[in-house]
T-cell receptor
Framework: DSGVTQTPKHLITATGQRVTLRCSPR?????VYWYQQSLDQGLQFLIH???????AKGNILERFSAQQFPDLHSELNLSSLELGDSALYFC?????????????FGSGTRLTVV | GIQVEQSPPDLILQEGANSTLRCNFS?????LQWFHQNPWGQLINLFY???GTKQNGRLSATTVATERYSLLYISSSQTTDSGVYFC????????????FGKGTTLSVSS
C-alpha cells in the first residue's frame, strides 16, 4: 500500500455522462498531482494542487476540473465524457513543493466510457 | 519542455539474466524517479535518484546528472519483474510535474 488512496478502482459509464474521481494523499503530503495514462498518449500530467491551491495545469481538457479540499483530499471531475476519455487516471502526492523527495502514486482509477 | 527518452523500448529475457535500462533527458533536472508498472497497472516507485547511485535488492540505479542520463540495472531477473519501467523527471520548482518517458516493456520468461 503506497499510502495514496484512489476511489473508485474501476468505473464504467456512458458517453455524455459526468464522473468524479477521488484521491486521498499520503499523510503529511500537501501536493496532489493528477495524471492520465492512455495507450496513445502515455502518462500525461493534468493538474497540480498544493495545500488547496491550483499550482499548475498540464494537458487538461476544459471538460475536466479538479479541486483540493481543506482535508487535502482531491477530486477530479470529468464531464461530457467521450470514448477517448477512457484511460487510467492516477493521482500522486508529495511532501514538499520545492524539495520533494519523490512522488508516490495511487493505484489508479480505470475509466471506461461506452 | 524536457524530453525524456528511454531505451530499449522492449526487452525479452530469460529468468536469471541481467539487464540495463537507460533514460536520457534533455535538460537539467533535480528530480528523477524510476517506476515499475506491473501487469495490474499499479505504478510502483523504485528509486528517487536525481544523482548518484542507489541499490535495493536486485535493483540498482545510477544517475549522472551532468551528462543527463540515468541507468536502471536489474540483476538475476524474475518473472515478477515483468512490466513497464518508466523514468520520470522534473525540476522540483513550484508547480513542476514529472515528465514521463514512454517506458521500457520487460518480459521475463521462466
Amino acid at each position: 500500500d503506497s499510502g495514496v488512496t484512489q476511489t473508485p478502482k474501476h468505473l464504467i459509464t456512458a458517453t455524455g455522462q459526468r464522473v468524479t474521481l477521488r484521491c486521498s494523499p499520503r499523510s503529511g503530503d500537501l501536493s496532489v498531482y493528477w495524471y492520465q495514462q492512455s495507450l496513445d498518449q502515455g502518462l500525461q500530467f493534468l493538474i497540480h494542487y498544493y495545500n488547496g491551491e491550483e499550482r499548475a495545469k498540464g494537458n487538461i481538457l476544459e471538460r475536466f476540473s479538479a479541486q483540493q479540499f481543506p482535508d487535502l483530499h482531491s477530486e477530479l471531475n470529468l464531464s461530457s465524457l467521450e470514448l477517448g476519455d477512457s484511460a487510467l487516471y492516477f493521482c500522486a502526492s508529495s511532501v514538499e513543493l520545492k524539495y520533494g523527495s519523490g512522488y508516490t502514486f495511487g493505484s489508479g482509477t480505470r475509466l471506461t466510457v461506452v | 519542455g524536457i524530453q525524456v527518452e528511454q531505451s530499449p523500448p522492449d526487452l525479452i529475457l530469460q529468468e536469471g539474466a541481467n539487464s540495463t535500462l537507460r533514460c536520457n533527458f534533455s535538460d537539467s533536472v533535480n528530480n528523477l524517479q524510476w517506476f515499475h508498472q506491473n501487469p495490474w497497472g499499479q505504478l510502483i516507485n523504485l528509486f528517487y535518484i536525481p544523482s548518484g547511485t542507489k541499490q535495493n535488492g536486485r535493483l540498482s540505479a545510477t544517475t549522472v546528472a551532468t551528462e543527463r542520463y540515468s541507468l536502471l540495472y536489474i540483476s538475476s531477473s524474475q518473472t515478477t519483474d515483468s512490466g513497464v519501467y518508466f523514468c520520470a523527471v522534473g525540476k522540483n520548482q513550484a508547480g513542476t510535474a514529472l515528465i514521463f518517458g514512454k517506458g521500457t516493456t520487460l518480459s521475463v520468461s521462466s
